[in-house]
């Protein structure tokens, strides 16, 4: 006699499954309320990671899971864990980003798709929707890679790009090593980073660029990320008396950092009109007023979605700081300390996010990310997208960072959507009726 499949016993049809609707209210009172948390006089957000303000706003929302009957879960980069059982207990769906911020970040950037996450969560919970598959709401360690380079340093972890031992060994530009900070702040947990199978993931994210807004769409439906990578340059001359020693004789390691940065402006310029190059951290040593600057270090950040201009723009900027530093008589050393190459998304993830933003009546466009984000990790290891909403002038990374509710809201209902999808036809493929 054939066994019955399993009986799918969730309260809800298709129709009821799309009738659930997150509370817009309640989201945004969590996304001010966490935002209070580092909060800056200009209305950001500086919440460095594995600071002791990353510790207040991780227990706040270990509190806030654990009220919803969730198990929370850390690993040992740090990585948080909100499970929400479901009718199998197979591998969870799970959705998520980051509470980590940028010095002058905004209220929304990481914080949108965790809270977003949370929300959706808390709407199944009041539903008594069961889900065919876990939950999980994620809190990635480290993600703005501002304190510790690189970026998306745990889910880097987590789908196996990086050892975990170099990535606890890695320093803030104080010389306090991952490691020791994760400890400092209590969340070094026992499970092993990447031993946490996932069904799949979903992130909501601020697109963090002009696209969504220019065209008038709600909602980005993100099929890839582009490719990043991060070197670290140090330009070494003579530190000598500004006021005694004659311009033929100097060295200045600021001159030639100076003329690096324009370089490596041009270099994106050149390969426009997707590329682009940044040098956003400067140290000039000894940085005194009367003293010719011996040495200077910088990050360059350079990003393209195709890997094979990246390697052009990676010859051209080697090219850049031999012509540069030759002429003043200046040594240099650099290294690549990350390369994030393209990413394409999980189709049938894609297409779950395309489905819920078209049935819940949100004008929508596909786009490729321009910023990194875990999800571009997680999909080497899980079937894994993401879910963009518009930003007020294309404006991140900016205490000025602005997302209206109602679109805080859109995204956050596409999310919810996607992942039920998802679970529904999770739940279709392996016969339970
Ligand atoms: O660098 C990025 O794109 C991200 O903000 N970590
Ligand atoms: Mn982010
Ligand atoms: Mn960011």
């Known amino acids: 006699m054939r066994a019955r499949a399993p009986c799918y016993r969730s309260a809800a049809t298709e129709t009821g499954m799309r009738n659930l609707t997150i509370d817009a209210e309640r989201l945004w009172d969590t996304l001010m309320e966490t ?44 990585a948080m864990f909100a499970r929400r059982p479901g009718q199998r207990d197979i591998p969870p769906i799970a959705m998520g980003s980051h509470l980590d911020t940028q010095p002058t970040g905004g209220k929304f950037d990481g914080c949108l798709g965790v809270l977003g996450a949370l929300e959706a969560l808390r709407t199944l919970v009041e539903a008594g929707y069961e889900t065919y598959a876990p939950i999980e709401v ?21 789908a196996g790009a990086f050892a975990r031992d170099w990535a606890a060994a890695q320093k803030d530009r104080a010389g306090v090593s991952f490691g020791e900070a994760l400890e400092a702040i209590g969340y070094r947990g026992a499970q092993r980073c990447g031993d946490h199978p996932l069904t799949a993931f979903f992130e909501l994210h601020i697109e963090q660029g002009p696209i969504l807004e220019a065209e008038g769409k709600e909602i980005g439906v993100v099929t890839g990320v582009q490719g990043m990578r991060w070197y670290e340059v140090t330009i070494t001359g003579q530190e000598a008396h500004t006021g005694a020693t004659p311009m033929r004789l100097r060295r200045n390691a600021l001159v030639g950092a100076a003329r690096l940065i324009e370089r490596i402006d041009a270099i994106a310029h050149a390969h426009a009109p997707h590329a682009v190059g940044t040098v956003g951290l400067v140290e000039v040593k000894p940085n005194s007023r009367n003293v010719v600057p011996g ?48 990413v394409v998304f999980d189709p049938d ?40 909403a518009p930003c007020r002038g294309g404006i991140s990374h900016n205490e000025a960072e602005f997302t209206s509710k109602e679109q805080c809201a859109a995204g956050a209902q596409v999310l919810l959507q996607a992942v039920l999808d998802y679970d529904r036809r999770l739940a279709e493929r392996q016969g339970a009726s």
């Not at 390697?311 to 700081?321: F, G, H, K, S, V």
Request: hydrophobic share 45%; net charge negative; proline share 5%.
């Open 35 to 78: 935002a209070a948390i580092g909060g800056t006089p200009k209305g950001g957000i500086c919440r460095l990671t594995l600071t002791e303000l990353d510790r207040q706003v991780r227990d706040w929302f270990k509190a806030r899971a654990e009220a919803l009957g969730c198990t929370v879960t850390v690993d040992d980069m740090g």
């Open 349 to 388: 993830c894609v297409a779950a996010v395309r489905r819920a933003a078209e049935q819940s009546g949100f004008s929508h466009r596909d786009m490729v990310s321009g910023a990194g984000h875990d999800a571009a990790y997680l999909a080497r290891v899980v079937p894994a997208t993401m879910i963009f």
């Open 295 to 342: 040495e200077v270090f910088l990050a360059v950040d350079l990003r393209h979605p195709e890997a094979a201009v990246l390697d052009a723009m990676e010859a051209a900027l080697t090219r850049a700081i031999g012509e540069v530093c030759a002429p003043l008589g200046l040594e240099s050393s650099s290294a690549k300390i990350w390369d994030n190459p393209p």
């Open 138 to 158: 994620v809190n990635w360690t480290n993600e703005e890679g501002s304190r510790f380079a690189p970026a998306m340093i745990s889910s880097g972890v987590f």
